[in-house]
């Protein structure tokens, strides 16, 4: 069974900047081919993709987080980095990362992000 752990959410003022880390581990990983990405859900709101990367490298961005948002990966292809500069009250949401790759699709259980003005 493959698990996705997120670390790193928190509370931050306008202008801040926080740092999410996702993790995946699981024995299907080994030789899979997945790509990664964070998506978040806002109160009221439906769930929307902030950023992905693919099995290759190449990164996606939302465009609401286009030139503040930095999609990496941490070493391994299994963990991933998202940098979030100059955070505004509408980031506020919980941050999920998701694994996805054939037959895969799996979540984490999400980090919450609050920005205050």
């Known amino acids: 069974q493959v698990q996705v752990v997120e670390s790193g959410g928190g509370s931050v003022q306008t202008g801040g900047s926080l740092r999410l880390s996702c993790a995946a581990s699981g024995r299907e990983l080994i030789f899979a081919v997945y790509d990664m990405g964070w998506y978040r859900q806002a109160p009221g709101k439906q769930r929307e993709l902030v950023a992905t990367?693919?099995?290759?490298?190449?990164?996606n961005y939302a465009d609401s987080v286009k030139g503040r948002f930095t999609l990496s990966r941490d070493g391994a292809k299994s963990r991933v980095l998202l940098q979030m500069d100059s955070l505004r009250p509408d980031d506020t949401a919980v941050y999920y990362c998701?694994?996805?790759?054939?037959?895969?699709?799996?979540w984490g259980e999400g980090t919450l992000v609050t920005v205050s003005s």
């Open positions: 998701n694994l996805r790759g054939g037959p895969m699709d799996y």
């Open positions: 990367i693919t099995n290759r490298g190449s990164v």
